[in-house]
């Protein structure tokens, strides 16, 4: 009878390439950000990022009156390149034990670490947005719509607006509100569980609550081809994609497995995102 080696059933490339796999299917916010590794193997850890700056809203002009022009403004801001991680030891009896699966429950959970880091990070770039718009109430069609228009569109873009679970509810008895049940084709993007003005809403518990407000993010997925430049709201700098490690410490008999990755998270475009503020609830603005 052949003897069951640990090293045999822990394969750390094989454990990368599955981590990775689940990684991909666990985040909410970061699968709207373009994916950027152009640091791969290349020397240093801080990086100059562009960014647009919002140009202001819109101006109300008389008939016949000439609207003055303002300048795309493009600044830079550092970024500097992160190490997430995250490690789980196993010791013998568990992986031999032959309850549950341990070493599949530990690919699930190193995943769903380092997912829920880059999709936090992701969220927190998206709330340094400089434009803004606070609703009087909660989140409604007529609140959405306001935000929308400080993109000062002309032409109607796909977006995405990322709202709490808390806030569901009050969506969906908005008249204005289409359940992604109800659609006749598959629905558009990661998370989405309906539309309201024309805009995708994804749930996440990432959306912070401030006193009594919430901070929703609408993020515009794509550019106005004749007026705007196609530089995404977000970007992820990838120095290093997963990587997994194991150390076997043979006097414990036990074996350290560990994930890591090196990248960042910024907001790239700041004119392609909103962040649209709602009270909690509605006795929140009668009580104020």
Do not use: W
């Not at 969906?172 to 309906?194: Q, W």
Request: glycine share 6%.
């Amino acid at each position: 009878m052949a003897l069951t080696q640990i090293s045999n059933m822990v394969n750390p490339k094989v454990m990368a390439d599955m981590i990775s796999a689940k990684i991909e299917k666990k985040i909410v916010v970061a699968p709207f950000a373009k994916v950027d590794d152009s640091l791969v193997g290349v020397a240093g850890d801080t990086i100059v990022v562009p960014r647009y700056s919002y140009i202001g809203d819109a101006d109300d002009v008389a008939e016949g009156v000439e609207v003055g022009t303002t300048k795309l403004i493009t600044t830079t801001t550092e970024a500097t390149v992160k190490k997430a991680m995250k490690a789980v030891e196993l010791s013998d009896e568990a992986v031999l034990s032959g309850y549950g699966n341990p070493i599949g429950e530990t690919n699930n959970q190193l995943a769903a670490a380092i997912a829920a880091k880059v999709d936090n990070d992701a969220m927190d770039a998206l709330q340094t947005s400089s434009v803004t718009y606070t609703a009087d109430g909660i989140i409604s069609y007529d609140g959405i719509i306001d935000a929308i228009d400080k993109f000062g569109e002309e032409t109607n873009c796909r977006k995405v607006i990322f709202v709490h679970p808390n806030q569901l509810t009050q969506l969906r008895h908005d008249p204005d509100f289409i359940s992604s049940e109800k659609y006749t084709g598959d629905v558009a993007v990661t998370g989405e569980i309906g539309m309201i003005a024309n805009t995708r809403v994804v749930p996440s518990k990432k959306v912070p609550l401030k006193d009594g407000v919430y901070s929703c993010p609408i993020v515009k997925l794509d550019e106005d081809a004749d007026s705007e430049d196609e530089t995404p709201a977000l970007t992820i700098y990838l120095k290093r994609d997963t990587n997994v490690e194991t150390e076997r410490q043979t006097l414990k008999r036990v074996t350290d497995i560990s994930v890591d990755k090196f990248y960042t998270v910024v907001l790239s475009n700041e004119s392609k995102v909103v962040l649209a503020k709602f009270d909690e609830n509605a006795a929140s603005a009668a009580n104020a």
